[in-house]
């Protein structure tokens, strides 16, 4: 009965390099999002996901961010040439379709020094 | 504008107290759903409780309920009997279901609930 798993759970990376967060649904999930949330704010969404195909990104800066769900294994948000602004917590959350409840992972905790 | 606003940034509420966290919500969508959520210190984000826009009951799950009062555009969360477990952040989210806006939640600022002994 795992809940949705999120790895890391605290990344530090460097100005410039790439960050890759991982996300694993819930059992019988196959739609994704993912959200951020900076200091001392509500979670921004960013973009939903189902198997293999990308349904709305309009919450996705448009530069060096990219997210994926394939067929077999996690999705992945991928941030390429981190800034400092990028260090947030990004949430991913599952549900069983577009209008059921979505259930949240742990996050992830991005730090760019 | 802003879709979910939240205008308590923080409350203090003494222990088995009751609590209502206020949320109203703009929208012209027919179909929408409205959630909350709660932000303990550790970090995760725990579902609450979930109102349908055509669900005519208020929904209650345990301790939480949600005053739905759709007129008004309100869904406000009442936490009867307080703990101190219950301090946390807590954010009120709104889906809209027409599939002309953006597919994921659009959560509130959240307001920041401190349970006292």
């Known amino acids: 009965n795992a809940g949705v798993m999120q790895n890391p759970r605290h990344l530090v990376r460097r100005r410039g390099q790439e960050a890759r967060l991982r996300c694993s649904p819930m059992k019988g999930h196959s739609h994704v999002y993912w959200y951020r949330q900076l200091p001392e704010e509500g979670l921004k969404f960013m973009v939903y996901l189902q198997k293999e195909n990308i349904i709305d990104e309009s919450g996705m800066p448009k530069e060096r961010f990219s997210a994926e769900f394939p067929k077999e294994g996690p999705s992945i948000l991928r941030i390429q040439q981190v800034v400092r602004g990028d260090s947030a917590a990004y949430f991913c959350a599952s549900s069983l379709g577009r209008l059921n409840e979505q259930y949240f992972g742990p996050g992830t905790r991005l730090t760019v020094t | 504008a802003q879709k979910i606003t939240q205008t308590q940034p923080g409350m203090f509420v003494q222990e088995k107290e009751a609590v209502t966290l206020d949320c109203t919500y703009d929208?012209?969508?027919?179909?929408?759903?409205l959630f909350w959520y709660k932000q303990p210190s550790s970090g995760e984000m725990i579902f609450l409780i979930y109102q349908g826009s055509y669900d005519e009951q208020n929904a209650t799950e345990g301790r939480y309920s949600l005053n739905f009062q759709k007129a008004r555009k309100s869904a406000n969360l009442v936490i009867s009997a307080s703990q101190l477990g219950d301090s946390a952040m807590y954010f009120c989210?709104?889906?809209?279901?027409?599939?002309?806006?953006?597919?994921?939640?659009?959560f509130g600022k959240g307001t920041h609930l401190i349970i006292q002994p």
């Open positions: 929208t012209s969508d027919q179909s929408y759903g």
């Open positions: 989210a709104m889906r809209e279901d027409s599939g002309g806006g953006a597919d994921g939640l659009t």
